[in-house]
């Protein structure tokens, strides 16, 4: 059984691996964006696409890189066994903040270009940030109806907060 454990240890840490080299190329992306949009002079409305393009590119980043941590933080660093319902929450909440903000950033994003492109998508870019509240309410709820688990099981929130030390 030690075997499987390393075994998907290894295979965490390949896909937070991963997870981390594709946050990079989109920052490099992103990066790359910005400096097209330098090059293009400011007050242009080609670079001003291509500033809200850098964001948005900016924000997938940092979904990307905000699951690779959260990969190394539960699974490797903190060995943590997620069968646990209190880590379930604590590792659903993380990954779920991340979420909803990179959402309301590609909401926000979107209609900024869209506004200005094509005025005809803003009902798409519209239903991103509707599917963004009901993330968030879904969220809310999933949160305040497990609110009752940590006081049936106060041994395994006080367990997962000491493994709290070991990340920082």
Do not use: C
Not at 9 to 24: D, R
Not at 33 to 46: E, H, K, T
Not at 133 to 150: I, M, P, Q, T, Y
């Amino acid at each position: 059984m030690k075997i499987v454990i390393r075994l998907l240890a290894v295979l965490h840490a390949s896909v937070a691996l991963l997870f981390a080299s594709a946050g990079l190329l989109l920052i490099g992306s992103a990066g790359h964006l910005l400096w097209r949009a330098v090059s293009a002079g400011i007050g242009d409305s080609a670079s001003a696409r291509l500033v809200i393009e850098g964001i948005g590119l900016l924000a997938i980043a940092l979904v990307a890189l905000e699951i690779t941590q959260t990969v190394v933080e539960e699974e490797i660093v903190r060995e943590a066994n997620i069968s646990a319902p209190t880590r379930v929450r604590r590792y659903v909440s993380r990954f779920l903040a991340v979420v909803v903000v990179a959402l309301a950033v590609e909401t926000l994003v979107a209609t900024f270009a869209l506004q200005h492109e094509n005025p005809a998508g803003l009902p798409q870019a519209a239903s991103i940030g509707f599917a963004t509240a009901a993330l968030l309410l879904g969220w809310g709820a999933f949160v305040w109806l497990n609110r009752s688990a940590e006081d049936i099981e106060p041994d395994a929130m006080r367990k997962a907060k000491d493994e709290d030390v070991k990340v920082e």
